[in-house]
């Protein structure tokens, strides 16, 4: 069972679940936009059992603090901070959609502290067409102001986040949804090409991989990690798709 904790970065409070033997090999997982850290819960468990899982929840989501001032450098430097606040050199790193970005944004400007990088349906940082986010009625689980401050970065990309790629020096697995998810395809086999260690596996069951195909993106996942090739190519496997957080895709 995950024991829930948090811990003080540069003034905001960050709240994190962590599970897995204390001695093993470290792995950070990121949510996406709109979620929190049990957005992991399906597939935690098991990568738990080969590493210590710590599963943030970024700001302004979940039980973190809200601080009102959001991008995707300030996650980047929370996350950074997250790991010298408990003396994690180099983890392995999982993100899915903006906690990819988030993810290699890590890992271009530290990259000797990431070892192996898993990008859960993340596009390559290019230009795309704008859409205008509508809130959900009722109390949510992360603070809204995230949304338009995020999708904006996605929307227009900072140019020197390109750059970053070609620092990333982990071996990179990218985990494309297929044809089902919202996210270009084409646009995710671009980012793993420009990865200098990246690789390629498609499971075909939308956006949401890890709930849609659990066993499929955990066993993919863990062998990768283990150093065991990732197969190549599409992954065919049950799953069905979950629908969005309400405002939050993409992202």
């Known amino acids: 069972m995950a024991d829930h904790r948090s811990v003080d970065v540069g003034g905001v409070r960050l709240a994190y679940r962590v ?11 990121l949510h996406a936009l709109g979620e929190n850290a049990g957005d992991w819960d399906a597939v935690a468990p098991v990568l738990a059992r080969d590493h210590r ?5 970024l700001r302004g989501h979940g039980r973190s603090d809200r601080p009102g001032d959001y991008s995707l450098e300030l996650m980047r430097a929370d996350v950074s901070g997250f790991l010298e606040a408990l003396g994690l050199d180099r983890v392995d790193l999982v993100g899915h959609s903006m906690g990819g970005v988030v993810a ?20 390559v940082p290019l230009p795309r ?11 949510l689980d ?12 996605i929307d227009r990309p900072d140019p020197r986040w390109s750059g970053l ?21 084409d646009g995710v086999a ?28 955990t066993g993919t996942v863990a062998a990768f990690l283990r150093d065991v090739p990732a197969p190549v190519g599409p992954v065919s496997g049950p799953g069905r798709a979950r629908p969005s957080p309400p405002g939050a895709p993409p992202g």
């Open 104 to 123: 290699y944004l890590l890992a271009g400007r530290h990259p000797w502290r990431v070892g192996r990088l898993v990008l859960e349906d993340v596009p």
């Open 19 to 29: 599970s897995g033997p204390p001695d093993a090999a470290p792995l950070v997982l």
């Open 129 to 139: 067409e704008p859409a205008v986010p509508t809130r959900p009625d009722g109390d």
């Open 165 to 185: 790629l070609g620092r990333i020096t982990a071996e990179t697995l990218v985990v494309a949804g297929g044809p089902r998810s919202h996210v270009p395809q």
């Open 190 to 217: 671009e980012l793993a090409r420009r990865l200098p260690g990246g690789r390629l596996v498609t499971i075909p069951v939308g956006h949401l991989v890890h709930h849609a195909a659990p066993e499929e993106f």
């Open 53 to 57: 899982v710590h599963a943030l929840d």
């Open 142 to 153: 992360f603070d809204w102001a995230v949304v338009p401050a995020v999708r904006g970065q």
